[in-house]
């Protein structure tokens, strides 16, 4: 897609190898003159969750400054469109590492080719956190999901994650409760909005290191994500805090697939470590 100040909008789906699933990202490789007012027009334009700007780049270092904007606001980080970045990087620069200066502080991304040219991306999150859910703030949230406490699994207790952003993690104790949503668009982006959440990671442990995931996101004017790699970041932080984090050390998340948009995102966490790392291939969607 190319706007009328002639900047070219890239597209990609993250955390799939086909264009029909993984979470679209808009991405802009050279926004240096962009005002901040431009960034966020053409992010509402493109419509998707979030577009990525690259405001500066330091090709010979591999070094570049990223932005995030929803359709309403910008975010502190994205991981689904940073992992989209990344790969639009590496398909022009080679695979190889990568560092982006991000309002959430300095990621470093790995980019690999598969034996079929693929490219997927594991980047490192910025040191994740997570603290037990007020009861106050489950039970809002609760009630614009129009979900019950009975809803809950019990042995993985809501907490607020932070991998970059804040991350409302509540754990559904069924999948057919996790497949059935339907919530209130307004009143639960009124919740976000009071407690500074960017998504509410809703998660169904299927076994130890085998989960599935979705994420509403209407602060950023979307009604869900189709993979989130900031909650996926978020979550290993919550299962490294909690002791529950698989015996490898590694898991997956399968998002999307109640949108018709599968997803896959894989999660390393290191015991010894706050970081996460998550990784995902990207893939291009037609340039409209």
Known sequence: MTFSTAVTVLRYAAFTSHPGG????????????????????????????????????DEKRRRFTLRYFSPLAEVAFCGH?????????AERHGPGELVFDTPAGEINVETT????????????SVPTRSRPALAAEVDAALSALRWDR???DAALPPHVAFAGNEHLILAAASRARLADLDYDFEALAGVMRTYGWTTVHLVWRENEDHFHARDPFPVGGVTEDPATGAAAAAFGGYLRTLGLAPTAGVLTIRQGEDMGRPSDLTVEVNP?????????HAVVLSQR
């Open 22 to 57: 993984g979470n679209p990202a808009g991405v802009v490789l050279d926004a240096a003159p962009l005002s901040e007012q431009q960034m966020l027009a053409i992010a509402a334009e493109v419509g998707y969750s979030e577009t990525a700007f690259v405001t500066f780049g």
């Open 81 to 89: 469109a940073t992992v989209a970045t990344a790969v639009a990087l």
């Open 113 to 124: 080719a598969d034996d079929d040219g693929a490219v997927r991306a594991t980047l490192t």
């Open 150 to 152: 009975a809803d809950l």
């Open 272 to 280: 010894h470590h706050t970081r996460v790392r998550v990784t995902g």
